[in-house]
């Protein structure tokens, strides 16, 4: 897995930003340096940051300004994700082991909320009340989202409405406001911040759908973990309910579920997975998908234009196209 | 268990303040409204609000600022209990279930996310950079005292030193910035709010001295937890430190200590809380509680005048002499 880097422009300032992602989580502590260092390393797209520096090109750009919310997102992104594995038991993550793997569940919390602390402490340097209200908020929404979705594993009675409302604040919330806190950091007017709000928000919507419905359709080189780990851990994706809505289909993938519930996900799911394949629910996933890039490409268009929007519009169109 | 009421003054500010608390963790979610709800529910002292009320008697005191300052700090202290109750695999707290116990780990986990976003939120609302820069670092401070912690369960060879940083990350720190916050959100000037931290520091630091002394020597209806529980996790306390600096009851305590962490703290400890008794090891660590005392009515001294400064000095007086 590797970063996004179809945007030579920011290639530059995006490695300084790499630079101070490893700058801001070293400290005192060796064994918190250790943790953080090893999520750091495992790498990820950063595309929370790419999305600030983006936004901030539409109003001053000053990448030392910048770098005040383009971290402390990348880092909130990182602190949710090590406390996820907890939650999900996961070992691996991006082809790595995981904190709560190599380390304990008890270090993987800490560490998490170690990170959490380090990202509000960048971020309180810039001294803008506005950026700390839309993170605390924001981490506020990821919380009861993260409680959710314990709640709904292996829940196979919820509704699109309800995994659209899950997604939107594990994934689309943070990637909305990193565009929005981008432009906020560089001064720009509130309309184009909410325009890139709104962008954020969508392509952030696709985005997930599309890594789920990659979990069913990928393979292990290009997703970095076996795929079906969804369907293991009970995680119900959009095209697991589109296909339970499948009258035929209903009463087998059901009891596929319960099989792989009773067994706690340590069974073969290929089955699963070929029931839902061979329903309309891949297809109706990315047609929902493509209805959110729409939007995003609705919002784009309301925007002044720059440079940046060309590259703001090939990331919307790359979205649903990936395959890692 | 009950809250400090030994401040008339402020008896009717603090209601205020617990109603507030109450509707601070108020949200959409049901199981999180129900999580936190039994957190508040479960009492405490509340000793952070009425620090901060105090600290804002040293400028111009207004509840409707200071809230946004005493709601935040007793969320966190609250979020950091939870995650603790995480780690120390704690059944109870102040009498009640807690939350690991009566939910589970993961719902824990996610409560204490909650519960810090949700402070953050709160703190957000007021607009003032500097405190933002104070809690951040301050949770960052604290996550690293937890993590130290972990590492040194059990850990016989540790120094007062080495002690002495850890309450202070644990709790010195927070009581220290609610002083400071509650008289910074007042509008005081920046050295009257140093010297409150000063005084909340070396308060803190023997608060939580005082709370090891009575982990040992007190009695379960006076704590509410059953004595000794600090031997069985192993948390090396101040007293247990010096107690081993006793030549002659060195071998015996650390044999006694191995015994308790070969059956994971599931035996008796008196034996082990006699020999402490038996050192030297209460009256150093009391003097040392008192050495902080001093230097908390040494910093109170040069505060200006006013009613709160002898409710402070109360306080100061009424800490090590606690039995609650």
């Known amino acids: 897995m590797k970063r ?8 530059k300032d995006m490695n300084y930003i790499e630079d101070e992602l490893f700058r801001s989580i070293k400290g005192e502590h060796e064994l918190l340096n250790e943790t953080s260092m090893h999520l750091l390393k495992a790498g990820g797209k950063r595309l929370r940051p790419v999305f600030v520096l983006m936004g901030g090109k539409f109003g001053n750009y000053d990448l030392e300004k910048l770098k005040h919310v383009a971290v402390p997102l990348e880092l909130i992104h990182m602190a949710s994700l090590v406390h996820d594995d907890v939650i999900d038991d996961a070992d691996t993550r991006r082809g790595q082991l995981t904190v ?6 008890r ?14 402490m960048i971020a309180a340097e810039l001294g803008n009340p506005l950026i ?10 990821m919380s009861i989202g993260e409680m959710e979705q314990i709640r709904d594993f292996f829940n196979t009675e919820q509704s ?4 659209l409302l899950r997604i939107r604040r594990k994934t689309a919330l943070l990637i909305a406001i990193s565009c929005q806190l981008g432009a906020v950091a560089a001064e720009s007017d509130p309309k184009t911040a909410n325009l ?5 928000y969508n392509v952030g919507m696709a985005f997930q759908i599309q890594d789920d419905l990659l979990d069913l359709c990928g393979t292990e080189k290009q997703i970095g973990k076996p795929p079906g780990s969804d369907m ?17 289909l209903q009463g087998p993938l059901l009891r596929e579920i319960s099989y792989i519930r009773e067994r706690n996900g340590e069974c073969d799911v290929t089955g699963a997975i070929k029931m839902i394949k061979a329903s309309q629910g891949i297809a109706r996933a990315e047609e929902l998908a493509d209805r959110y890039i729409k939007k995003a490409l609705d919002a784009l268009e309301r925007l002044p234009e720059n ?15 990936r395959s890692y």
Do not use: C
């Not at 996004?4 to 290639?11: M, Q, S, T, V």
């Not at 270090?107 to 509000?120: K, P, S």
């Not at 699109?160 to 995994?163: E, I, Q, T």
């Open 196 to 200: 890139l709000y709104r962008y954020g």
């Open 107 to 120: 270090i993987a919390m800490y560490t998490g909320d170690y990170i959490y602390a380090r990202a509000l």
């Open 232 to 248: 293991r851990q009970g995680n119900i994706t959009l095209p697991v309910i589109y296909a339970l809505q499948d009258e035929e």
């Open 4 to 11: 996004l880097d179809i945007f030579g422009l920011l290639r």
């Open 307 to 321: 440079r940046t929007k060309k590259n703001l519009r090939d990331i919307a169109h790359f979205v649903t196209k």
């Open 100 to 105: 709560k793997s190599k380390w304990d569940n």
């Open 132 to 141: 700390h209200q839309v993170l605390s908020k924001a981490m506020v929404e």
């Open 160 to 163: 699109v409405r309800r995994y």
